[in-house]
């Protein structure tokens, strides 16, 4: 198994070589060390270094649409390196093969260390986290795809970085929450012509719909009438088990908040020391576990306030968050205990204060339009105590 993979990266390695022949001149390049849906990232030392300073290439498949590559390129030259933003060095281009330069931060993995972070690493590990996603918001930007895996953590050096923007997009709609606390590009006239067309276009719409009713809503079936409309499409680009409630209930006009919950399920993970936390293989798995949480009635007033209606077979009451990390806190150092010739660490006993959950709970609002902002959450006292 180990010599097909070594083989499989000795070929990666290879055909990387052919796509972009420059980089042969410029770097050894030595195995493969990431892989995604768009990319692979290569370690690479640069040849006239000596092999000492060492880069990560992500090279973009070639059927990446031009758009997303030059919106990554541009987060990645306008916002990285400050904040704990990874930065860029060179971008190279062959035919249609493009390669991001980037310097390497060596890291750990989430699950190594999320089970036994200390109350002060904690802290430490979320201002990162947060300086990280307040700045991509002050560029108008929504990252997408906030999660362990892209957000690197060197745990020796305490040392940060956020990447893989390739999900990144345009924020296009803005609540008045997030005109105070986020930096917009765009100047205020621009912004209230766009809500005004958004405004008429939606009134418009409602009067067609009110014209003809369907005789299905809030029922187990689907009318002939709703079969003919259009399909709603909606921004559902992230990972399971991170995606907001907003994003799951496909509503079309979605806001940075979507990487807040995101943070917050991070912290989740790490206050409950379980990882990964929500499991869910598509989106109604994903709203039944949050419903397990938060309960029936919260999920139904989300679902409604963004124009859905959900049905459930009982009704859930929901569970106080605080509890259930301490439980599965207990579980976990109860089965690692308790495991014959573990070579897993105990999962020591840590207390998190109060203002953790407090924190937490903000960051997991259901309410995209209420939950905390990552200006906001940085003033927290859990992150001042």
């Given amino acids: 198994m180990a010599a097909l993979r070594f083989l499989s990266d000795a070929d990666s390695c290879l055909n990387l070589k052919k796509s972009i022949p420059l980089l042969n001149e410029l770097f050894h390049i030595h195995c493969k060390i990431g892989e995604g849906t768009f990319s692979s990232v290569f370690l690479a030392t640069m040849k006239s270094s000596n092999r000492h300073k060492k880069f990560a290439l992500k090279y973009l498949i070639p059927t990446c649409h031009p ?8 987060c990645l030259q306008q916002m990285g390196g400050k904040d704990h933003i990874v930065s860029i060095d060179l971008c190279l281009r062959h035919q249609g093969s493009v390669v991001f330069v980037m310097p390497y ?26 300086s990280a996603v307040r700045r991509v918001h002050q560029f108008n930007i929504i990252h997408r795809d906030v999660k362990p895996s892209n957000f690197l953590y060197n745990r020796a050096n305490r040392k940060y970085l956020l990447v893989d923007f390739g999900l990144a997009q345009q924020c296009t709609e803005y609540n008045a929450k997030n ?4 930096k917009t590009n765009a100047g205020t006239t621009e912004i209230q012509s766009m809500k005004r067309k958004r405004s008429d276009e939606f009134n418009s719409n409602a009067k067609k719909d009110a014209d003809i009713k369907c005789n299905c809503f809030g029922k187990p079936k689907v009318c002939a009438l709703c079969l003919t409309r259009p399909q709603q499409t909606a921004p559902r680009a992230g990972t399971p088990g991170f995606r907001a409630p907003e994003v799951l209930l496909k509503h079309p006009s979605q806001t940075p908040a979507i990487d807040i919950w995101a943070c917050g399920v991070m912290m989740l993970c790490i206050l409950s020391g379980t990882q990964v936390f929500f499991r869910s293989p598509d989106d109604c798995t994903a709203l039944a576990e949050i419903t397990t949480i938060f309960g029936s009635r919260k999920v139904q007033q989300c679902a409604e306030k963004l124009g859905k209606k959900i049905i459930f077979s009982e009704n859930l009451p ?23 010739n573990s070579t897993c660490k105990v999962l020591p ?35 001042n105590l």
Avoid: W
């Fill in 179 to 182: 005109l105070e606390a986020i």
């Fill in 349 to 383: 006993d840590i207390e998190y204060p109060k203002e953790a959950y407090q924190l937490l709970i903000k960051l997991l609002n259901l309410d995209y339009e209420t939950r905390i902002t990552a200006e906001q959450a940085l003033s927290h006292p859990f992150l």
């Fill in 318 to 340: 929901g569970i106080d968050i605080m509890s259930l990390c301490l439980k599965l806190r207990k579980r976990n150092r109860s089965m690692m205990h308790n495991r014959e």
């Fill in 105 to 130: 931060m060596k890291h750990d993995k989430f699950s190594e260390y999320v089970r036994d972070m200390t109350v002060e690493e904690t802290k430490d590990y979320m201002r990162a986290l947060l």
């Fill in 67 to 74: 758009e997303r590559i030059e919106r990554e390129l541009q």
